[in-house]
């Protein structure tokens, strides 16, 4: 069984339930247009605007568009392959149902906050529907982390360290592209990585509860 330790288990179940508890209060603060989010919004945004989007803008355009529906899918499909050539078949399907069930959450969150877009910033890219959370960020750090869990036990140990760290870059850098490329605001892509976080204890004490699907 992958990841077979009872203090592992109750870590990730402890901090699912912590940063649920954040996010509430995150929701509560950006559904009610609170004067700190604004602050965090300007600060953040401007900050990262000025020192990428002139300089670094197809390089930024181009991560942004790492975290597009059809790349994750794809690369989802293809983890998904290989989890039912290894003959993992439950956790195959515990993955798609977790991937199903965060961007249903997403959709459902963005239509009920209903929070728009920024529109005092020129979008790089082309984005519909609301504003909050971020489903770029939230997919792609849920995803990842599965990715992590997933194929590690494949990853040579020298390079386990590397593997890591790209796993938590990437959707470090598709959020914050969400950000430089003007179509989401900062707290946007901080509430869209609490609940992946949330997504991801599920994910993983789900796992942990359940022998045969590893």
Not at 37 to 48: A, N, P
Not at 71 to 96: D, E, H, R, W
Not at 188 to 212: E, Q
Request: glycine fraction near 6%; proline fraction near 4%.
């Amino acid at each position: 069984m992958i990841f077979n330790s009872k203090s592992f288990k109750n870590k990730w179940m402890y901090l699912g339930i912590a940063s649920l508890f954040v996010f509430i209060i995150w929701l509560i603060l950006v559904a009610n247009h609170a004067e700190f989010i604004s602050k965090v919004d300007i600060l953040f945004t401007q900050l990262l605007q000025n020192q990428f989007t002139y300089h670094y803008k197809n390089l930024v355009i181009a991560i942004t568009l790492l975290g597009n529906p059809l790349p994750m899918v794809a690369i989802s499909a293809v983890t998904f392959g290989f989890l039912f050539y290894q003959k993992k078949y439950q956790l195959g399907l515990l993955m798609a149902g977790s991937g199903l069930s965060i961007l249903l959450t997403n959709l459902l969150l963005k239509e009920w906050i209903a929070r728009p877009r920024p529109s005092s910033i020129m979008h790089l890219v082309n984005a519909r529907g609301f504003s909050f959370p971020s489903g770029h960020a939230m997919n792609s750090l849920f995803l990842f982390s599965v990715f992590y869990l997933v194929y590690k036990p494949y990853i040579p140990q020298k390079l386990q360290f590397i593997f890591k760290i790209c796993c938590v870059l990437f959707p470090l850098l598709i959020g914050i592209s969400r950000v430089i490329v003007g179509v989401h605001y900062p707290s946007d892509v901080i509430g869209g990585f609490l609940l992946a976080i949330v997504g991801t204890a599920i994910f993983y004490t789900c796992l942990l509860n359940k022998k045969s699907l590893a």
